[in-house]
C-alpha cells in the first residue's frame, strides 16, 4: 500500500493519540478505579497501533501492543494501578513521541532503542514489577494473548459440534475466536460491509458460523451489527485489524474461546470492554466530567489530574469539522490581505475622482470584505488549549523531580489565538511555568512552618481583554524579594549600588528579564542560568506583546503576559516624516497631540515633553532612521507609545488617520532591521514600514 499520502494524517493524529495518552494517564493516577479513564486510554493505544501497524512502522506497534496487553490486565483488574507502572506507561508515550518525530523529520522509527521498555512491559505482566491482585481468582489469571481478548467463554452459546472443531483446532495449535463486528452508523450497503469482512477473515481463518446466518448478512437482514464464529492461528490483534481496516467498520471486539468453556448456556462476559474501534463514530465517549476549569496536577500523586472529556466533546462535533492544511489558511490569509489592500485603493480612487458610484459600490463591498476577514480570522482562531495540554504532565515530572508538592490550575483553555500566535507562545509560557516551580513554591515543610498548606498551587489562565488576549502563570509560593533582586543585580555587575537604591521595588522586580540574571544559588536542570526570562521578554514583544509581574513576599507572584489576537491584520496610524511613510500600530499607541518647538524643553541632555503632568520622551524618526529632513513648518505632531510601563512621543511632519493594515514580513535580507516589525502596501500601492515600538522605546 503507498502510505506517503496518508503521512500528514498519521502524524496529525499520532500526535493527537498521545495527548490523550498523557491526559489519560495523569487522570489515571489521581483516580486509579476510573474505569472509564483506562478504557479511554486502551483504545487511544490500540488506534495508535493499528495505524503504526498499517503505516508499516513495527517498532511502534510493538510498543503500542505491549502497551496494549498491560491495560487490558489493569482493565480487568488483574493487575492494580501502581507508580511503577504509571511511569513505565509515561516513559513509553515520550518514547513514541521521540519515534514519532522522528519519522516526521524523515529519519527511522528504530533510532530509538525500546527494547528495554518492551522488557519492561513483558515483567509487568509476569508480575514481577506489580504487586499481586486483591483476590486470589484475579492472582491466578494470566494475561491475554491480546490485549483485545476478555474471556475464554463465549456470549453465545455454541454447538456440540462448534466445540469439537474447537477442541481439534487447539491440538493442531490453533483457537477458536468469537468476533463482533458494528458497522458505523452512516453505512448505507451493509451487505457489502458484511461481505468484505468475510472475505478478509477468510484470509486468515475458517469462519464456522455467523450469526445472523449468511443469508440474512446477504439481505441486510440484521441492524449495525453481527456475530463471527471462527477457528484460526492468526492472532487476535490481527483478526481485528483485518476487520478495522476495511471502511465504515466502527469496532471490533474479539474473545478467545476455550473447547472446555461451552455449557449448554454458557454465562454471561465479564462486563465487554469498550469496543477497541478507529473512532469513526460520532456518538460522544461517556466520562466522569469534574468541574471543567481543573487539570489537578499534585505531586502526592505524582502530578495525576482529573480531566475534562475534551475527546468527548471532539467526537461530538466529528462530522461537522475538517482538517485543513496550514498552508492552505496561509494561503487563504494572504489573499484576504491583498483584498484588503485593493479595497483601499479602490476608496482613494474614488474620494480622488469623486465617482458616487463607486463610492456607494464600495460601502457595500467594505460590510462584505469586513465579514470575510472575520470568519478568515476565525478560521485561523485556535484554543489555548493546544498549548496549555502538553504542561500538565511537565508540572508532574518536574514536581517529582523537585520533590515538591504542586497542584496545577488550568483555566480558560477555551480562549482562541491566532495559530501564528499560538506556535511562538509554548516555549514562553513554560519557561514561566518552571520558574514558579523551581524558585516560587517552596518545599512542603518549608510551606508547613509559614503555616501554608503543603500543596502549593500553580495556576495557568487565559482570558480576552479587549483585542487581546491575556496568559497569567501564578503561584502562591514565596514571591520575589526586591531587596534580593537588589543584591544580585550589584553582584552581577548589571546596575551600581547607587541606580538600584534609586529604584522602586517594581522596577527592582523587573530585573529578572534582563538576560543572564538569576537568583538560583545553584544550576540546576530546571533553573540557575539565567536563561528563560528574558527569552520570555524578547518572544512575547516579537510578538507585539508585552510581559510583566506583580509579586508580594510570601505570598506569591502573577506573571502577566498581554498578546494580540491576531498578527495578521491589524489597525494602525499612518504618519509622515519627509517624503515616506510610516505605520505605527494602533494598539500602541496613547494619544496624538499638536505641539511647538518651545514646548519641547531638555532634560539631561534629553528631548522631552510634559503631558498632563508626565513627563514623555521625544524619538525624532529623522535623527533614529538618519532620514533625510527639512522642516517646513513650525508645527510639530506627536503619536505618545507606550509598550509596558515605558512611553515616548515619536515626532513625524504629518498624521495621514487610521487605517486597516496588513502586515507583510520584510524577509530574511532585511531581518536586521530591528526597528520594524514588517511592511505594509498602501492603496496607492506604496510601502509603509511598520514601527516596532518596543524596540524604539528600549
Given at each position: 500500500?503507498?502510505?506517503?499520502?496518508?503521512?500528514?494524517?498519521?502524524?496529525?493524529?499520532?500526535?493527537?493519540?498521545l495527548?490523550?495518552l498523557?491526559?489519560?494517564?495523569l487522570?489515571l493516577?489521581?483516580?486509579?478505579?476510573?474505569?472509564?479513564?483506562?478504557?479511554?486510554?486502551?483504545?487511544?493505544?490500540?488506534?495508535?497501533?493499528?495505524?503504526?501497524?498499517?503505516?508499516?512502522?513495527?517498532?511502534?506497534?510493538?510498543?503500542?501492543?505491549?502497551?496494549?496487553?498491560?491495560?487490558?490486565?489493569?482493565?480487568?483488574?488483574q493487575?492494580k494501578?501502581?507508580?511503577?507502572?504509571?511511569?513505565?506507561?509515561?516513559?513509553?508515550?515520550d518514547?513514541?513521541?521521540?519515534?514519532?518525530?522522528?519519522?516526521?523529520?524523515?529519519?527511522p522509527?528504530?533510532?530509538?532503542?525500546?527494547?528495554?521498555l518492551?522488557?519492561?512491559?513483558?515483567?509487568?505482566?509476569?508480575?514481577?514489577?506489580?504487586?499481586?491482585?486483591?483476590?486470589?481468582?484475579?492472582?491466578?489469571?494470566?494475561?491475554?494473548?491480546?490485549?483485545?481478548?476478555?474471556?475464554?467463554?463465549?456470549?453465545?452459546t455454541?454447538?456440540?459440534?462448534?466445540?469439537?472443531?474447537?477442541?481439534?483446532?487447539?491440538?493442531?495449535?490453533?483457537?477458536?475466536?468469537?468476533?463482533?463486528?458494528?458497522?458505523?452508523?452512516?453505512?448505507?450497503?451493509?451487505?457489502a460491509?458484511?461481505?468484505?469482512?468475510?472475505?478478509?477473515l477468510?484470509?486468515?481463518?475458517?469462519?464456522?458460523?455467523?450469526?445472523?446466518?449468511?443469508?440474512?448478512?446477504?439481505?441486510?437482514?440484521?441492524?449495525?451489527?453481527?456475530?463471527?464464529?471462527?477457528?484460526?492461528?492468526?492472532?487476535?490483534?490481527?483478526?481485528?485489524?483485518?476487520?478495522?481496516?476495511?471502511?465504515?467498520?466502527?469496532?471490533?471486539?474479539?474473545?478467545?474461546?476455550?473447547?472446555?468453556?461451552?455449557?449448554?448456556?454458557?454465562?454471561?462476559?465479564?462486563?465487554?470492554?469498550?469496543?477497541?474501534?478507529?473512532q469513526?463514530?460520532?456518538?460522544?465517549v461517556?466520562?466522569?466530567?469534574?468541574a471543567?476549569?481543573?487539570?489537578?496536577?499534585?505531586?502526592?500523586?505524582?502530578?495525576?489530574?482529573?480531566?475534562?472529556?475534551?475527546?468527548?466533546?471532539?467526537?461530538?462535533?466529528?462530522?461537522?469539522?475538517?482538517?485543513?492544511?496550514?498552508?492552505?489558511?496561509?494561503?487563504?490569509?494572504?489573499?484576504?490581505?491583498?483584498?484588503?489592500?485593493?479595497?483601499?485603493?479602490?476608496?482613494?480612487i474614488?474620494?480622488?475622482h469623486?465617482?458616487?458610484?463607486?463610492?456607494?459600490t464600495?460601502?457595500?463591498?467594505?460590510r462584505?470584505?469586513?465579514?470575510?476577514?472575520?470568519?478568515?480570522?476565525?478560521?485561523?482562531?485556535?484554543?489555548?488549549?493546544?498549548?496549555?495540554?502538553?504542561?500538565?504532565?511537565?508540572?508532574?515530572?518536574?514536581?517529582?523531580?523537585?520533590?515538591?508538592?504542586?497542584?496545577?490550575?488550568?483555566?480558560?483553555?477555551?480562549?482562541?489565538?491566532?495559530?501564528?500566535?499560538i506556535?511562538?507562545?509554548?516555549?514562553?509560557?513554560?519557561?514561566?511555568?518552571?520558574?514558579?516551580?523551581?524558585?516560587?513554591?517552596?518545599?512542603?515543610?518549608?510551606?508547613?512552618?509559614?503555616?501554608?498548606?503543603?500543596?502549593?498551587?500553580?495556576?495557568?489562565?487565559?482570558?480576552?481583554?479587549?483585542?487581546?488576549?491575556?496568559?497569567?502563570?501564578?503561584?502562591?509560593?514565596?514571591?520575589?524579594?526586591?531587596?534580593?533582586?537588589?543584591?544580585?543585580?550589584?553582584?552581577k555587575?548589571?546596575?551600581?549600588?547607587?541606580?538600584?537604591?534609586?529604584?522602586?521595588?517594581?522596577?527592582?522586580?523587573?530585573?529578572?528579564?534582563?538576560?543572564?540574571f538569576?537568583?538560583?544559588?545553584?544550576?540546576?536542570?530546571?533553573?540557575?542560568?539565567?536563561?528563560?526570562?528574558?527569552?520570555?521578554?524578547?518572544?512575547?514583544?516579537?510578538l507585539?506583546?508585552?510581559?510583566?509581574?506583580?509579586?508580594?513576599?510570601?505570598?506569591?507572584?502573577?506573571?502577566?503576559?498581554?498578546?494580540?489576537?491576531?498578527?495578521?491584520?491589524?489597525?494602525?496610524?499612518?504618519?509622515?516624516?519627509?517624503?515616506?511613510?510610516?505605520?505605527?500600530?494602533?494598539?500602541?499607541?496613547?494619544?496624538?497631540?499638536?505641539?511647538?518647538p518651545?514646548?519641547?524643553?531638555?532634560?539631561?541632555?534629553?528631548?522631552?515633553?510634559?503631558?498632563?503632568?508626565?513627563?514623555?520622551?521625544?524619538?525624532r524618526?529623522?535623527?533614529?532612521?538618519?532620514?533625510?529632513?527639512?522642516?517646513?513648518?513650525?508645527?510639530?505632531?506627536?503619536?505618545?507609545?507606550?509598550?509596558?510601563?515605558?512611553?515616548?512621543?515619536?515626532?513625524?511632519?504629518?498624521?495621514?488617520?487610521?487605517?486597516?493594515?496588513?502586515?507583510?514580513?520584510?524577509?530574511?535580507?532585511f531581518?536586521?532591521?530591528?526597528?520594524?516589525?514588517?511592511?505594509?502596501?498602501?492603496?496607492?500601492?506604496?510601502?509603509?514600514?511598520?514601527?516596532?515600538?518596543?524596540?524604539?522605546?528600549?
Amino acid at each position: 500500500m503507498e502510505t506517503n499520502q496518508y503521512m500528514d494524517m498519521f502524524l496529525d493524529e499520532s500526535h493527537e493519540h498521545l495527548q490523550s495518552l498523557n491526559d489519560g494517564l495523569l487522570g489515571l493516577e489521581d483516580n486509579a478505579e476510573d474505569l472509564s479513564i483506562l478504557n479511554e486510554i486502551f483504545r487511544n493505544a490500540h488506534t495508535l497501533k493499528g495505524m503504526s501497524a498499517t503505516m508499516g512502522y513495527n517498532k511502534i506497534a510493538e510498543l503500542t501492543h505491549e502497551m496494549e496487553d498491560v491495560l487490558d490486565m489493569l482493565r480487568k483488574e488483574q493487575l492494580k494501578v501502581t507508580g511503577d507502572i504509571i511511569d513505565t506507561l509515561f516513559k513509553c508515550i515520550d518514547s513514541l513521541e521521540q519515534m514519532i518525530n522522528n519519522i516526521a523529520n524523515g529519519d527511522p522509527e528504530d533510532l530509538i532503542d525500546v527494547s528495554d521498555l518492551v522488557a519492561k512491559l513483558s515483567g509487568i505482566l509476569r508480575g514481577e514489577a506489580a504487586p499481586a491482585p486483591a483476590d486470589t481468582a484475579s492472582s491466578t489469571a494470566q494475561p491475554a494473548t491480546d490485549s483485545s481478548s476478555t474471556d475464554s467463554s463465549a456470549p453465545v452459546t455454541l454447538t456440540d459440534t462448534e466445540k469439537n472443531l474447537i477442541g481439534e483446532a487447539e491440538k493442531r495449535g490453533m483457537h477458536g475466536l468469537y468476533l463482533k463486528v458494528t458497522l458505523a452508523e452512516s453505512c448505507l450497503l451493509k451487505s457489502a460491509r458484511s461481505y468484505m469482512v468475510m472475505n478478509a477473515l477468510e484470509e486468515l481463518s475458517e469462519v464456522i458460523r455467523t450469526i445472523p446466518p449468511a443469508e440474512d448478512l446477504e439481505q441486510e437482514a440484521f441492524e449495525r451489527s453481527f456475530e463471527v464464529i471462527l477457528i484460526t492461528a492468526a492472532e487476535e490483534h490481527q483478526i481485528q485489524e483485518a476487520v478495522i481496516a476495511i471502511s465504515e467498520i466502527d469496532s471490533a471486539e474479539v474473545q478467545v474461546i476455550r473447547s472446555q468453556a461451552g455449557n449448554e448456556s454458557a454465562p454471561a462476559p465479564a462486563p465487554t470492554p469498550a469496543p477497541v474501534t478507529e473512532q469513526k463514530s460520532t456518538s460522544p465517549v461517556t466520562t466522569p466530567t469534574p468541574a471543567p476549569v481543573q487539570k489537578s496536577s499534585s505531586a502526592s500523586n505524582k502530578g495525576g489530574g482529573s480531566q475534562q472529556s475534551a475527546t468527548a466533546q471532539k467526537k461530538s462535533h466529528a462530522g461537522q469539522s475538517v482538517r485543513v492544511d496550514i498552508e492552505k489558511l496561509d494561503t487563504l490569509m494572504n489573499l484576504m490581505g491583498e483584498l484588503v489592500i485593493n479595497k483601499v485603493r479602490l476608496e482613494q480612487i474614488g474620494q480622488t475622482h469623486r465617482l458616487r458610484e463607486l463610492t456607494e459600490t464600495l460601502e457595500q463591498m467594505d460590510r462584505v470584505t469586513t465579514d470575510l476577514q472575520n470568519i478568515v480570522m476565525k478560521v485561523r482562531m485556535v484554543p489555548v488549549s493546544q498549548v496549555f495540554n502538553r504542561f500538565p504532565r511537565m508540572v508532574r515530572d518536574v514536581t517529582k523531580e523537585l520533590n515538591k508538592e504542586i497542584n496545577l490550575t488550568i483555566e480558560g483553555e477555551e480562549t482562541e489565538l491566532d495559530r501564528t500566535v499560538i506556535d511562538e507562545i509554548g516555549d514562553p509560557i513554560m519557561h514561566l511555568l518552571r520558574n514558579s516551580l523551581d524558585h516560587g513554591i517552596e518545599m512542603p515543610d518549608e510551606r508547613e512552618a509559614k503555616g501554608k498548606p503543603r500543596v502549593g498551587e500553580v495556576g495557568l489562565i487565559a482570558r480576552h481583554e479587549g483585542n487581546n488576549v491575556v496568559i497569567m502563570v501564578t503561584d502562591d509560593g514565596k514571591g520575589i524579594d526586591p531587596d534580593v533582586i537588589r543584591r544580585k543585580a550589584v553582584e552581577k555587575g548589571l546596575f551600581s549600588q547607587d541606580e538600584v537604591d534609586q529604584m522602586d521595588d517594581a522596577d527592582a522586580v523587573r530585573i529578572v528579564f534582563l538576560p543572564g540574571f538569576s537568583t538560583a544559588e545553584k544550576i540546576s536542570d530546571i533553573s540557575g542560568r539565567g536563561v528563560g526570562m528574558d527569552v520570555v521578554k524578547s518572544k512575547i514583544e516579537s510578538l507585539s506583546g508585552q510581559v510583566d509581574v506583580e509579586t508580594h513576599v510570601n505570598e506569591g507572584s502573577v506573571f502577566k503576559i498581554k498578546l494580540p489576537l491576531t498578527l495578521a491584520i491589524i489597525q494602525a496610524m499612518l504618519v509622515q516624516v519627509q517624503n515616506e511613510m510610516y505605520a505605527i500600530p494602533l494598539a500602541s499607541i496613547d494619544s496624538t497631540l499638536s505641539v511647538q518647538p518651545n514646548d519641547i524643553r531638555t532634560v539631561q541632555s534629553n528631548e522631552v515633553i510634559v503631558l498632563r503632568g508626565e513627563i514623555i520622551p521625544i524619538i525624532r524618526i529623522e535623527e533614529t532612521l538618519m532620514v533625510p529632513h527639512m522642516r517646513d513648518t513650525q508645527e510639530l505632531f506627536v503619536v505618545v507609545v507606550h509598550a509596558g510601563d515605558s512611553k515616548a512621543g515619536i515626532v513625524v511632519d504629518k498624521l495621514i488617520g487610521q487605517q486597516e493594515i496588513v502586515i507583510k514580513t520584510l524577509g530574511n535580507l532585511f531581518m536586521g532591521l530591528k526597528m520594524f516589525s514588517g511592511a505594509t502596501v498602501l492603496g496607492d500601492g506604496r510601502v509603509a514600514l511598520i514601527l516596532d515600538v518596543a524596540t524604539m522605546l528600549n
